[in-house]
C-alpha cells in the first residue's frame, strides 16, 4: 500500500470454498493497482479455508483473515464492511476472480467524476472444467448477453432495477459514501442480499456509471449443480424479494413501478411453475415435497393457483400412465 490507509477494500466473504480461494487470492496479487487491502471472512468453514487464507498472509501483509461462526453470506458481507478501511469497497466472491486492472481503472473514473457513487464493469462466466472458455450468459444460453449497460440514477434507474437485476456485485466499485449511505445487507434475504442492496442503492438516489473498459471485468464461476435446482432456488429468493420492495414501491407513490414490479412477480412465477410441471412429466418429484407445496400455494394468488395445481396433477397422472404403457 502506498499509505497507512488503503485505497480499495476488498471482502470476501468465504464458506468451505478453501479449494478456490487462492485462485480468488491470486486475481488481487495481480492487480496493476496496488493500494488495496483485503478482507477475508471466514463464515464457519470446516475445510481448508483458514489455512489457505494464512499462506497468502504470509505472501503479502494487504491480506487479512477473520473467523466467524457460521451466519451466512449477508453477514460476512457485513463483518468485511465493518472493518474495511478504504474509500472504495469491492466485493468478490471466493469462487470468483477479478481482471488486472479493475481496480485501477474504476478507482480513476470515481476519482474523476466525484458525482458518480458506483461504477460497474461487464461479467463473463467460466465453468470449473472449462477456466479459458469464457461465456455471457449462465442461465439463458452462453452466448446471449444479458447486462443492459446503463447509467444514471433516481427513477430510471430503480425502474431498471425493478426490472431485472442489472449486474452482479462483483462488477461493481462502490465509494464509501455509497455504502455508508445504503448501510449494511439484510441478513434475512441470503441469495438476493446483492439484489436488494442494488435497489435500495437506487431507491436512495445514489449514481451509476457502467464502464466496460479491457481487463475490468468479475469473472464469475459457474459450479456444475442440478441446473432444475437452482433455478428453482434463484426464483423462489426473487419472489421473496419482490413481495418485499412491494410496500416499498408503494411508497414512492409510482404506479409504473408498483405496476412492473407486480407483472415482474407474475412473470417470474409462472417460470416456476411451469419448471415445476417440467421436473414432475420428467419423474423428478422432488419438488412436490409439502413445503415445498405449502410455499408455492401461499406465493400464489387463486388465479395462479388454478393454473398450476390442475397441471401438477396432469403432469402426475402423464407419468404414471407413461409407467404402466411402458
Given at each position: 500500500m502506498t499509505g497507512l490507509k488503503p485505497l480499495i477494500s476488498v471482502i470476501i466473504p468465504?464458506?468451505?470454498y478453501g479449494r478456490l480461494l487462492g485462485e480468488a487470492l491470486q486475481s488481487l496479487l495481480e492487480q496493476d493497482c496496488p493500494d488495496w487491502e483485503c478482507w477475508v471472512i471466514d463464515d464457519g468453514s470446516t475445510d481448508?479455508?483458514?489455512?489457505?487464507?494464512r499462506q497468502y498472509i504470509a505472501l503479502d501483509p494487504r491480506i487479512n483473515y477473520l473467523y466467524q461462526p457460521n451466519q451466512g453470506?449477508?453477514?460476512?458481507r457485513n463483518k468485511g464492511l465493518e472493518m474495511a478501511k478504504g474509500d472504495y469497497i469491492q466485493f468478490l466472491d471466493a469462487d470468483d476472480l477479478l481482471e488486472s486492472s479493475k481496480f485501477s481503472r474504476q478507482k480513476n473514473y470515481l476519482r474523476e467524476h466525484p458525482d458518480t457513487d458506483i461504477v460497474y464493469g461487464?461479467?463473463?462466466y467460466f465453468l470449473d472444467h472449462e477456466p479459458g472458455e469464457l461465456f455471457l450468459n449462465r442461465w439463458d444460453g452462453r452466448t446471449e448477453a444479458w447486462m443492459p449497460k446503463l447509467s444514471g440514477r433516481g427513477l430510471p434507474m430503480l425502474m431498471a432495477l425493478v426490472e431485472k437485476n442489472i449486474f452482479e456485485?462483483?462488477?461493481?466499485?462502490?465509494?464509501?459514501?455509497a455504502v455508508n449511505t445504503i448501510g449494511l445487507f439484510q441478513e434475512?434475504?441470503?441469495g438476493v442480499e446483492d439484489y436488494d442492496y442494488c435497489l435500495r442503492a437506487a431507491a436512495l438516489g445514489l449514481s451509476f456509471t457502467c464502464l466496460d473498459e479491457p481487463e475490468t471485468r468479475v469473472l464469475m464461476r459457474h459450479h456444475s449443480t442440478s441446473f432444475s435446482k437452482s433455478l428453482f432456488s434463484m426464483y423462489k429468493k426473487e419472489l421473496m424479494l419482490r413481495r418485499l420492495w412491494k410496500a416499498r414501491l408503494k411508497q414512492t407513490g409510482s404506479l409504473p413501478l408498483v405496476t412492473l414490479n407486480e407483472h415482474r412477480y407474475d412473470g417470474r412465477l409462472k417460470k416456476l411453475h411451469d419448471l415445476v410441471i417440467d421436473q414432475v412429466?420428467?419423474?423428478n418429484t422432488s419438488f412436490l415435497e409439502i413445503k415445498e407445496m405449502k410455499w408455492l400455494l401461499t406465493h400464489a394468488n387463486s388465479r395462479q393457483n388454478m393454473y398450476f395445481f390442475p397441471r401438477i396433477l396432469k403432469a402426475l397422472l402423464y407419468k404414471r400412465l407413461e409407467f404402466f404403457l411402458c
Open positions: 468465504c464458506y468451505n481448508t479455508t483458514a489455512a489457505i487464507a453470506q449477508p453477514a460476512a461487464e461479467v463473463r456485485l462483483g462488477c461493481a466499485l462502490f465509494s464509501r459514501h434475512s434475504l441470503q412429466r420428467k419423474g
